[in-house]
């Protein structure tokens, strides 16, 4: 919202109400003059997801647990709308087969997706991959990565919480919905692996 002129948020979906409304409500606290987000276009629910595609938007951007994104995804692009996800884009080999098959659909309908791999947009890494490229430090060899990092949040458990809901609200710590940390956070650095091998 803060990068370009032409954008305006019009539609927010999650899962559970509460969440909808707290970040419906703090966009339109933050920056009124982006956000067009009357309650009508606040949906929530395990299809809130299908009622923000259809409510008449030209990009969706894909920010749930990993777990769901291949299931939104397919969803989104079967409706024509261009794609920012966040990353992984899956966590195992079934939802891997649906964003191969709905990648035909992008290429078909030339459609733009992003991922939200930001390293490949941070200055730092552009400057040091271009200097690695170029032979700074000869002809590489082997490579390792690490992504060493603390506990991430948590969410206490509610009573009258269902086990589902519970593990939805802390995603993170289910590999069904986050694909472990490997997949979930060292993405990034694997992802940097590769773009040095240029793979």
């Known amino acids: 919202l803060q990068s370009c002129e032409n954008v305006k948020l019009t539609a927010v979906a999650d899962a559970f109400e509460d969440n909808a409304k707290l970040k419906a409500g703090q966009l339109r606290e933050q920056m009124p003059d982006k956000v067009d987000l009357p309650e009508d276009r606040v949906f929530a629910g395990f299809d809130a997801y299908r009622k923000a595609i259809d409510s008449g938007v030209d990009m969706v951007i894909l920010a749930t647990p990993p777990g769901f994104r291949p299931m939104h995804y397919q ?110 956070q060292h993405v990034h650095n694997l992802d940097v692996a590769n773009w040095i091998k240029g793979a």
Request: contains cysteine.
């Open 75 to 184: 969803a989104a692009v079967a409706a024509g709308k261009h794609v920012f996800m966040e990353k992984p884009c899956c966590v195992d080999a079934p939802g891997f087969r649906m964003l191969m098959e709905a990648n035909k659909i992008v290429d078909e309908k030339n459609l733009k997706v992003g991922v939200g791999l930001q390293r490949r947009h941070q200055a730092s890494y552009l400057e040091t991959l271009q200097r690695v490229a170029e032979g700074a430090i000869g002809d590489l060899q082997y490579l390792r990565v690490y992504w060493n990092g603390g506990g991430v949040w948590n969410r206490a458990r509610q009573a009258n919480q269902t086990e589902m809901e519970y593990q939805m609200r802390n995603w993170y710590y289910f590999v069904w919905l986050s694909g472990d940390h490997i997949c979930e």
